[in-house]
């Protein structure tokens, strides 16, 4: 099993990104996916969470802002980011219970400057 996370890149303040992650491989189930970020010289913060069955929560900077989305069929989850803000600048990684198990992808970069 493998999950990857795409759609990082440059943007401009105020602009938007749609990340993705994808897992891949032998997979029976996906349970609740969550993004998480990470800024150089800060801790791993939480981003979103989706639940299996659709439910969703937000840090609260990002909320407003933020759209966590699934698309089952495709076993992949979306974050849509929008009015980006430099701080927003960061690694985000994705985390998936997949088969009771946990799984990180490998990060993507998003950078927020002009």
């Known amino acids: 099993v493998q999950l990857q996370a795409s759609g990082g890149g440059l943007v401009q303040p105020g602009g938007s990104l749609r990340l993705s992650c994808t897992a891949s491989g032998s997979i029976t189930s996906i349970n609740a996916v969550a993004w998480y970020r990470q800024a150089p010289g800060k801790q791993r913060e939480f981003v979103a969470r989706?639940?299996?069955?659709?439910?969703?929560n937000y840090a609260d900077s990002m909320k407003g802002r933020f759209t966590i989305s699934r698309d089952n069929a495709k076993n992949t989850v979306y974050l849509q980011m929008n009015s980006l803000k430099p701080e927003d600048s960061a690694v985000y990684y994705c985390?998936?219970?997949?088969?009771?198990?946990?799984?990180w992808g490998q990060g993507t970069l998003v950078t927020v400057s002009s």
């Open positions: 985390n998936a219970g997949i088969d009771r198990r946990p799984y």
């Open positions: 989706i639940s299996s069955g659709g439910s969703t």
